[in-house]
């Protein structure tokens, strides 16, 4: 009996003990493909989902259509039309 209480204050000490105390770090994976729905004059969403361009055109099918993510690319790199339109 005298062994017994020191070993369940031991066993309880080690099941409240945290494991892991680190916090979670989150997915910072970016999708670089987004469908953009044409909504038929009620507006559009879009969807940036997709790892591959064939799985969104995949989505996509039909008037709907598949452009590269802007929130993927590095920056300077949106291309020539984003570009142009911010120095006007």
Known sequence: M???RPLL???ALATLAPID???AVAETFCRPWCVHYGGGGRGGGTNCGFTS???C???AQGN??????????PQGARGSSYDDRRRR
């Open 57 to 59: 055109m995949w989505t």
């Open 53 to 55: 361009f064939q799985q």
């Open 9 to 11: 204050a031991v066993l």
């Open 21 to 23: 105390a680190s916090p």
């Open 64 to 73: 709907d259509i598949c452009l590269v993510n802007p929130a993927c690319l």
């Open 2 to 4: 005298r062994m017994t």
